[in-house]
């Protein structure tokens, strides 16, 4: 097991395109990270620098206190699930499994018992004869796991190892992993473009977008600290729900609606700004309550315990979710109030930087 | 790949099917039942004008002239020499180079592809001339080497093309994969990428095998020497302007023809061998 | 897969196998090779003269070797250009004129006396003016024979006794000519031969007091072809009018005609003397040999064409080995080689065994003799060839009865014409010489210019991607270092005027050939067969690929027995295409090939293939799928082993059509596998001659079937202009190459899958 350090990591192709700039990541020993964001975000092209798949254009990447820029892959101590499994197709599980222990000459007696632990482990033991083929894509995954799990890397690499697979079984692997992690304790590098799996296996998200990375944090301090806009909307579903409007001493006050001012926070300066209010933060009006807003329900779509009110406030539509299912009929008139102190505002301008 | 797929046969597609081969088949032996008729009939008949498959005056005299009376066997060795140098080296080298065409993006690669490319595209018979000129000057007449040279030239700009476009069939990530495993670029592809493009592997060794089992032009100026003829040399000397021993050729043409038929034989267990099937899901 | 790893010692092996196999036996003896032109049936007799020689001679290897003529000429054309070829050449006296024009021949008179020479028949001793010093003149041929004469060969069931003029030949070959079950096609005619080749027609001209060429011939200028003359016209019309008796067959070329013959359905045949044993000794056949029957209008025998057969000595040959290579020759041309080739009903050049019993007593040989004493030396002028490739389409045409005499006889003579005056054409240096030589170093130096820049990119490069540099660098290495100068060299000539005139003394003239191959006389003939080049190539292609993926598809699927399928349809494939092609020209013939008597037997009616310029067209196309369909099945089966089968699985629970899976997965992934498959093969279709050459018997009827290639390969080595045969086959890889680059860019094949 090692820490693994990114250090003003570039990548640019040759023919101009500038794919990662200038990442800074500590990742801790036993730890699991989870790289996200939006497809083409430069994501992959990290976790392929991490492996050695591609080759930084500058910058330093730690394993431990090694740097490993000039080594090859195979040299890194590091193992690898690939979205499409990669499985190697003219060999059996066993094999498959055994090829890197056997590339690294480990004694054949070691060998068979790490396969056969990590078989164990993932309850693949009957598989072990059997050619990638002849197996579903839910073993073929376990075989890719079980495949780097006999390694014992001192960091796993996961590109996307979820998305080839059907919904209930996503959900299957992704517990299956987390327990994995809980066991080995190792280093993990995870990359997806899926939030759910974002939130809930990682200790700590980076949050990637056009080459950059936008925040590090553990997921809740993603979820309730946003660093901007960007992050504000990537992470959580329904996304956050954004106002443009002004701050005038410490409250905030939508552009060209109708509304009461929402205190955010004497400390924050005048001028424009984007405040952001997640669904559930989101409250329809009680006339005891200080409301915010009035808008006109349009769809309502019942999920079972909670539902999801989509309302109209000028131009622009809001989600709410409620927890109780009859609280309104499309065509309604509603008064919308915020959660106190769970409200995130956001500058006015591109980045939207958070600012309380 | 529809072998055992949930999609089930109708009896029709079925019959269709085997309809289909049958007709083919018919069509492919046709003409060389015709062959072998020829091969069959005493004197020295190429065509007829009755119809029968086989001649009413049939016999194996050219079969065992060929083999008692004409060097047949001497040339069937220096063919299969020639031919098994030609596909070995043949398949390595197109094997190699198609990898680095398919995988590596590097400087001059689209020029390179296609100039090798234009060496097929002169008319062969222009360049006889000067081949000759070549091969006389270089010392090259009466040497294998120098026609396993020029076959494995000839092959390799399809082998290559050919090679390239099996290895872009197979996912990058089971090299990557195989990277990370603790393989060299090198071991990655003999041991992972390699196996996997078997079905092209046995079509360039088809291929190579039969440039040079076959070919007669360049032989004829390299070989000067009967002993070391090849076997379309060695069939090209029944023949004679209007007075060709056709028993012979035929009879020669068709037992040429025996060793790549059988290693078609050996070799299609892979080209249907389907390895790739299942390791990746796009 | 531990083929893998054995595969370099493999190799290695192979490799020391290779050099050892030829190892050549150095045991300092004195190798003199001869190519020769002899029967299959001779060959035993001299080889068995070539030990006694030997055997005389130790420490001296003769080798005989069989050559064709082009590869003959090829030989010495090499002799002359780098001193490498064969030392001596045997053969019939016709192409001698050619050998002496470029300078091939060595003077054999210093090694053979006057009265050595004496002992010859003095046709047999050709003598010709010195390539360096025309005034004088040398021996270049010492003929050992006479032969290639025709005469008629009468199956004595039907002709009791042979006809002795012209007018009861065809008395008796319409008494011959029957159709016993009145079906309306005759089951025998009353007269064969093959009326193909217009060597074949000669002595229906000589019979009517033609000749192929003005006498005496001109002094110092060219042959002038007389073929039009009212001579020509009248043997034209004689065999038109035996055609139009219909006592001949609707076709016959060479193998028709013999096998008409020898299956009784031909009373009577003209062929010569290489083939009368084989009619005279097959079972069952009584066959008997005759002179040709006098003209009966003008007295005058039908005479064909003799050529002594004999052997020249190279320039290949040095002044210390020639006595030794000169003995070689008196050895082979002794009264005892003679006799021994006597057995073969062969006529010998010494005077002395033409009264020898064997000569004597053998009625055959007496016919023989006979006949040479009527024939007419055939011309050894490089002219000859011209004249023929002139005759020869119009006297198809004229068989066909597409021309009538006057016209054909009219056509002879205007292409004759034409063609002597390009054959004796010398083109000199022009002003584009001086401008193709500047525009050269300017392209080579711009060509250096744009390297430098992308030498500068592959430096930098090579860091990143040393691995591929290593793995492509063997295959280039192979690939360009055969083929470079071999192209090169094409690439002067084609700029060049070397042709007979200029062999060895050629220079760049500019663009003549290009200019005269695009806008000269023949340029809209040169368009009109680029246009069937075009339909033949993508006809072909696209049949091999649809037919190939087709059956590959079919194979695929569950069927029983696949694997023995798969065999027997690889065959087409096996099996050499040199005889499958002649098999195919078979089954096309017009009486009695397999294809019509399947489409009477269908009711369908029967076509005349080869005859008729459509047809012959579309029988090649059919022979030449029929070659092809495998390659592509093989491809294309290895091509489907990469679909994921899910892919078909996704698709049938969407319920996909069986059609648009094809469509939609099928096609586009077969498509990286295809795609060098299809360019490639369009290319080798597009310069596929053999079997155009083969099942069209070189462009029949009357030049009409012709792609590019053999159109090239016909117009340039028959009138001997290689500086235009190059500049042709610069723009047919012109062509070629815009093909590929236009279609590679279009499907992307170059691109690496990223």
């Known amino acids: ?356 | 790949m529809t072998s055992d797929t949930p999609q089930r046969e109708p009896f029709l597609l079925t019959l269709g099917r085997h309809a289909l081969l049958l007709a083919f088949v018919a069509i492919s032996l046709w003409p060389v039942l015709d062959v072998l008729a020829i091969s069959l009939r005493p004197g020295n008949r190429l065509r007829t004008t009755e119809f029968e498959l086989f001649p009413r005056d049939a016999t194996l005299a050219s079969y065992r002239a060929l083999f008692t009376e004409q060097p047949f066997l001497r040339w069937l060795g220096n063919s299969l020499l020639v031919s098994t140098a030609v596909t070995v080296t043949g398949v390595a080298l197109a094997s190699i180079s198609g990898y680095a065409f398919s995988r590596f993006k590097f400087v001059g690669r689209q020029t390179m592809m296609v100039s090798i490319l234009t060496t097929q595209m002169f008319p062969a018979t222009m360049l006889l001339l000067p081949l000759y000129l070549m091969i006389a000057k270089l010392g090259l007449v009466n040497t294998f080497v120098g026609l396993v040279l020029f076959y494995v030239a000839t092959a390799l700009p399809f082998c290559v093309w050919q090679m390239k476009g099996f290895y872009d069939t197979i996912p990058h990530s089971l090299e990557e994969a195989a990277r990370i495993d603790g393989c060299s670029p090198w071991n990655a592809f003999t041991k992972v990428v390699l196996p996997l493009a078997a079905p092209g592997l046995v079509i360039t060794a088809l291929f190579s095998f039969m440039s040079a089992w076959s070919e007669y032009l360049i032989a004829a100026q390299v070989l000067q020497d009967r002993e070391l003829f090849t076997l379309p040399l060695g069939l090209k000397s029944f023949q004679s302007s209007m007075s060709t021993q056709w028993g012979l050729y035929a009879a020669a043409s068709l037992l040429v023809s025996i060793p790549v038929v059988i290693l078609f034989m050996l070799l299609s267990r892979y080209l249907v061998s389907g390895l790739t099937l299942g390791s990746v899901k796009e | 897969m531990p083929l893998q790893n054995s595969l370099p010692k493999l190799a290695l092996a192979l490799i020391a196998l290779v050099t050892l196999g030829c190892a050549r036996r150095d045991s300092g003896q004195q190798v003199v090779t001869l190519w020769h032109q002899m029967r299959p049936e001779d060959r035993a007799v001299l080889e068995s003269r070539v030990e006694a020689f030997e055997a005389e001679h130790p420490g001296v290897d003769v080798r005989p070797l069989y050559k064709e003529t082009e590869e003959l000429r090829s030989g010495l054309e090499s002799a002359v250009l780098v001193g490498h070829g064969p030392d001596l050449v045997y053969g019939p006296s016709d192409p001698l004129g050619v050998y002496q024009a470029i300078g091939a021949l060595r003077d054999l008179s210093p090694y053979f006396e006057a009265a050595e020479q004496e002992a010859f028949d003095p046709v047999a001793l050709i003598r010709l003016p010195a390539h360096k010093d025309p005034t004088k003149s040398q021996l270049v041929f010492v003929g050992d024979r006479f032969g290639n004469h025709l005469a008629l060969i009468y199956n004595r069931k039907f002709v009791p006794k042979p006809p002795e003029t012209t007018v009861e030949l065809l008395e008796i070959a319409k008494q011959n000519t029957v159709d016993e079950d009145g079906d309306g096609r005759f089951e025998r005619y009353g007269l064969a031969w093959n009326y193909t080749e217009p060597f074949f027609l000669v002595p229906f001209l000589t019979g009517h007091g033609g000749w192929l060429f003005k006498e005496p011939r001109p002094e110092g200028a060219a042959e002038v072809p007389t073929l039009d003359t009212p001579e020509i016209i009248a043997g034209l019309r004689y065999v038109a009018s035996l055609k139009k008796a219909q006592v001949l067959p609707r076709s016959a070329d060479y193998e028709a005609a013999a096998a008409l013959f020898l299956a009784g359905k031909a009373a009577m045949l003209i062929d010569g003397d290489w083939s009368w044993q084989k009619y005279l000794s097959e079972p069952g056949l009584d066959a008997a040999i005759a002179v040709l029957p006098m003209v009966s209008e003008t007295g005058k025998p039908l005479a064909p064409m003799v050529a002594p057969k004999g052997y020249s000595m190279s320039v290949a040959v040095s002044d210390a080995r020639a006595p030794l290579v000169a003995e070689v020759v008196k050895f082979l041309t002794n009264e005892e080689t003679q006799r021994a080739f006597l057995k073969q009903s062969i006529l010998p050049s010494r005077l002395a065994l033409r009264s020898d019993p064997a000569v004597v007593d053998d009625p055959t040989m007496q016919v023989s003799l006979a006949q040479v004493e009527r024939g007419r030396l055939m011309p050894t002028a490089t002219e000859q060839r011209a004249v023929w490739d002139a005759m020869r389409p119009h006297y198809q045409a004229l068989m066909a009865g597409e021309m009538t005499p006057e016209a054909a006889a009219a056509a002879m003579q205007r292409d004759a014409v034409s063609k002597i005056a390009t054959l004796t054409s010398r083109v000199e240096p022009d002003a584009t010489a001086g401008l193709v030589k500047l525009l050269g170093g300017v392209l080579l130096a711009g060509l250096v210019y744009v390297n430098r820049r992308t030498l500068v990119d592959f430096a930098r490069d090579w860091r990143r991607n040393r691995f591929a540099y290593i793995l492509v660098l063997p295959a280039l290495a192979v690939i360009f270092l055969t083929v470079i100068f071999p192209l090169a060299y094409n690439v002067l000539l084609s700029f060049s005027n070397m042709s007979l005139q200029n062999f060895r003394d050629w220079q760049i003239v500019g663009l003549h050939n290009y200019v005269s191959l695009l806008t000269g006389g023949e340029s809209s003939r040169f368009w009109n067969v680029f246009g069937k080049t075009l339909l033949w190539t993508v006809i072909n292609v696209s049949l091999h690929v649809a037919i190939g993926v087709l059956l590959a598809i079919t194979l695929n699927g569950p069927v029983r027995g696949k694997s023995l399928y798969r065999i027997l349809l690889i065959i087409p494939w096996a099996v050499p295409a040199y005889i499958t092609a002649l098999t195919w020209r078979g089954m096309f013939d017009d009486q009695f090939g397999a294809v019509n008597h399947l489409l009477a037997s269908w009711g369908i009616g029967t076509i005349n293939w080869l005859t008729q310029e459509g047809p012959a067209f579309a029988a090649c196309i059919i022979a030449n799928v029929w070659l092809g369909f495998p390659f592509m099945m093989m491809i294309a089966l290895g091509g489907l082993q990469g679909i994921p089968k899910e892919l078909y699985e996704a698709a049938a629970i969407d319920r996909v059509s069986r059609w648009n899976q094809f469509w939609h997965i099928t096609l586009p992934m077969l498509k990286p596998v295809l795609l060098p498959a299809i360019t490639l093969g369009a290319v080798w279709t597009f310069n596929n001659l053999n079997v155009v050459w083969l099942v069209s018997n070189g462009g029949e009827p009357s030049d009409k079937t012709h792609i590019l290639v053999s159109y090239v390969y016909k117009a340039v080595f028959n009138l001997y202009q290689y500086g235009y045969g190059a500049a042709l086959s610069m723009v047919i890889f012109a062509m070629l190459l815009t093909f590929s680059v236009l279609f590679l860019g279009r499907t992307k094949a170059t691109e690496a899958v990223a």
């Open chain 1, 1 to 356: 097991m090692a820490s693994v350090r990114l250090r003003n990591l570039n990548k640019i192709y040759p023919d101009g395109f500038h794919a990662v700039k200038d990442v800074n990541v500590d990742i801790a020993d036993g730890e699991f990270v989870v790289l996200v964001g939006p497809s083409g975000c430069g994501k992959s092209t990290t976790l392929r620098m991490i492996a050695g798949l591609e080759e930084p254009s500058s910058g330093d990447l730690l394993i431990g206190d090694r740097r490993v820029n000039d080594l090859e892959p195979g040299e890194r101590d590091i193992a690898m699930v690939f979205q499409n499994y990669a499985l190697y197709p003219h060999m059996t599980v066993r094999q498959n499994m055994e090829f890197g222990l056997k590339m690294r000459r480990t004694p054949k007696a070691e060998i068979t018992a790490r396969v056969n632990e990590a078989a164990e482990m993932l309850s693949i033991t009957h598989l072990l004869d059997r050619r990638p083929k002849e197996m579903s894509g839910g073993q073929r995954q376990r075989v890719a796991l079980g495949r780097a799990i006999v390694r014992y890397p001192a960091a796993f690499l996961f590109d996307e190892p979820l998305s080839n697979l059907d919904a209930k079984l996503r959900v299957q692997m992704r517990t299956e992993i987390a327990g994995l992690h809980q066991r080995l304790r190792a280093t993990m590098v995870y990359v997806t473009h899926d939030q759910v799996e974002a939130m809930t296996l990682g200790d700590r998200l980076v949050l990637m977008r056009d080459g950059v990375v936008q925040q590090i944090a553990p997921p809740l301090e993603v979820y309730h600290k946003p660093a901007n806009r960007f992050v504000a909307t990537f992470i959580g579903s329904p996304a956050m729900n954004l106002f443009e409007g002004a701050i005038h001493n410490g409250a905030f006050r939508l552009k060209d609606i109708a509304s009461s001012p929402v205190p955010v926070g004497s400390e924050l300066a005048d001028g424009t700004a984007v405040l952001g209010v997640r669904p559930e933060d989101l409250v329809l009006g009680a006339p005891d309550h200080q409301n915010f807003v009035t808008g006109v329900v349009q769809v309502v779509e019942l999920l079972g315990h909670e539902a999801l009110l989509h309302v109209k406030i000028g131009s622009q539509l809001v989600v709410v979710r409620s927890a109780a299912l009859n609280s309104a009929e499309p065509g309604a008139t509603v008064a919308l109030a915020v959660r106190e102190g769970r409200v995130h505002v956001f500058a006015g301008d591109e980045v939207g930087r958070r600012l309380n």
